[in-house]
């Protein structure tokens, strides 16, 4: 079965960092490009960054670009966020993701940024 999890939210001030993780198994994770998402209340889930398969190619979106650094080791198949900077406006839940062209989401992860 295809699984990811996601973890390493938390609280943090803002300015503050967190490194978030995506754990998979299931699938031949060296073959797939990695996307991170999240999610506020009440709105449709934000694309911010992606890998690909080798780590060489990444995308961030403008609300994160600068911020937040996004790698994969593929040996261990995991994928990284690291979020640097972080702003109120950046507490949500943090959700991987592969497409195959199936997509399969791990269970996100909270991230809250307050003083």
């Known amino acids: 079965d295809v699984q990811l999890q996601a973890f390493g939210g938390g609280l943090v001030q803002p300015g503050g960092s967190l490194r978030l993780s995506c754990a998979t198994s299931?699938?031949?994770?060296?073959?797939?490009?990695i996307a991170w998402f999240r999610q506020a209340p009440g709105k449709e889930r934000e694309g911010v960054a992606c890998?690909?398969?080798?780590?060489?190619?990444?995308y961030y979106s403008d609300t994160v670009k600068g911020r937040f650094t996004v790698s994969r080791d593929n040996p261990k198949n995991t994928a990284a966020l690291q979020m640097d900077s972080l702003k109120p406006d950046d507490t949500v839940v943090y959700y991987c993701?592969?497409?195959?062209?199936?997509?399969?989401w791990g269970q996100g992860t909270l991230v809250t940024v307050s003083s």
């Open positions: 993701k592969v497409t195959f062209p199936v997509s399969y």
């Open positions: 890998v690909g398969s080798s780590g060489e190619r990444t």
């Open positions: 299931g699938f031949l994770f060296d073959d797939y490009a």
